[in-house]
């Protein structure tokens, strides 16, 4: 069993459609969390950044971690075409970003 | 400034060959590392630096090899090819210490590896 699991999908939204995007993981030293975007053929960049848990919110994005549960989500409000692509969550047990553990991507389509 | 440089974009091996993945970085960043791509898989660490002279295995090292002489690059090596190493290799690097906080890994944008 992986460390951190996420459904690969993939996932179609219509435009304007609320999209919620979910990882679980095993490993209760995990304590930075974070979600990375990729686009096709291009490496992925940092989309959001949270410590332990509680709700982190960045324009139409929301992020929320329940260290209890094990369970990381990705909220996108207003999805638009141009969100359309993988969604990977990734988390840390030491502080910043070395030695990330990626789960294996969430492929998102939003339809205009 | 060019952030993470990962040459070449794309390479076709046989069986049996050797190849370097080249990385280069201009941002000053301590930290490099090395993952792979692939289907179902997500992203696997392959082995990681924190400095010239210092590296590490990470998830699935068995087959690769590397080494940092300088802070700007970090290569990795595949010593005789494999089918099961036809992947995207993705370079990312990030600062270490407290500046981490908040600090994002910055990927290149991959080499595309077939072995035959």
């Known amino acids: 069993q992986k460390e951190v699991e996420q459904d690969p999908g993939p996932l179609s939204v219509p435009e304007g459609a609320i999209v919620s995007l979910n990882c679980t993981y095993s490993n209760s030293a995990f304590q930075y969390f974070m979600w990375y975007r990729q686009y096709s053929r291009k490496g992925p960049e940092l989309l959001m950044y949270t410590y332990s848990s509680g709700n982190k919110e960045d324009g139409r994005f929301t992020a929320q971690v329940d260290k209890s549960s094990k369970y990381i989500s990705l909220f996108i409000r207003d999805s638009q075409p141009s969100d359309s692509a993988t969604y990977l969550c990734?988390?840390?047990?030491?502080?910043?970003?070395?030695?990330?553990?990626f789960g294996q991507g969430t492929r998102l389509t939003i339809n205009p | 400034n060019a952030g993470v440089t990962q040459t070449p974009k794309f390479q076709v091996l046989k069986t049996g060959q050797s190849m370097t993945l080249q990385c280069a970085q201009d941002?000053?960043?301590?930290?490099m590392s090395w993952y792979r791509q692939d289907p179902g898989m997500g992203l696997r660490l392959i082995h990681y630096s924190v400095g010239a002279g210092i590296t590490d295995q990470g998830e699935v090292p068995n087959g690769y090899n590397v080494s940092r002489s300088t802070t700007e690059d970090f290569p990795l090596r595949l010593l005789s090819a494999a089918p099961s190493q036809t992947s995207v290799y993705f370079c990312?690097?990030?600062?270490?210490?407290?500046?981490?906080?908040?600090?994002?890994?910055?990927f290149g944008n991959g080499t595309r590896l077939t072995v035959t």
């Open positions: 990734a988390m840390s047990v030491v502080r910043g970003a070395q030695k990330l553990v």
């Open positions: 941002m000053n960043h301590e930290y």
């Open positions: 990312a690097t990030c600062l270490t210490g407290i500046r981490t906080i908040g600090s994002p890994l910055h």
